[in-house]
């Protein structure tokens, strides 16, 4: 009960801590702010970016002309399929022809409804 215990690091184990510390942290920081200093870069923005935007106004184009064209296939091939199943009064069949049917209309139409709203 005489003894006091002591929860204090010595002081020659404090000081190796921090030799240690320095030694590992400075490469570290180091390398943050060089990380830091070469990521800005110079940029010449030019005012007409329709060198950039022509190839994706091409490519839009086209994969909305393919929908549209294969809209129109399928509306054409639904319209047929229901004449005949209303010929034979087959309703499922007929069902499934006016699903078609729809959706054709809605994948021929796409093209006009996006040059409407400005796409």
């Known amino acids: 009960m005489g003894k006091k215990e002591n929860n204090t690091i010595p002081e020659t184990k ?40 022509a190839p994706l106004d091409s490519l839009k184009t086209l994969v909305i002309a393919i929908i549209g064209a294969v809209g129109v296939i399928i509306l054409a091939k639904n319209v047929m399929e229901f004449a005949q199943a209303y010929q034979q009064q087959d309703s499922s069949t007929m069902n499934s022809a006016l699903k078609g049917i729809v959706a054709g209309v809605m994948m021929a139409g796409i093209s006009s409804v996006l040059t409407i709203l400005g796409f």
């Open 14 to 53: 404090r000081e190796g801590f921090v030799i240690r510390s320095k030694k590992k942290l400075t490469p570290i920081v180091a390398g943050a702010v060089m990380a830091c200093s070469l990521m800005s870069t110079q940029v010449m923005a030019a005012t007409d970016t329709s060198s950039v935007t």
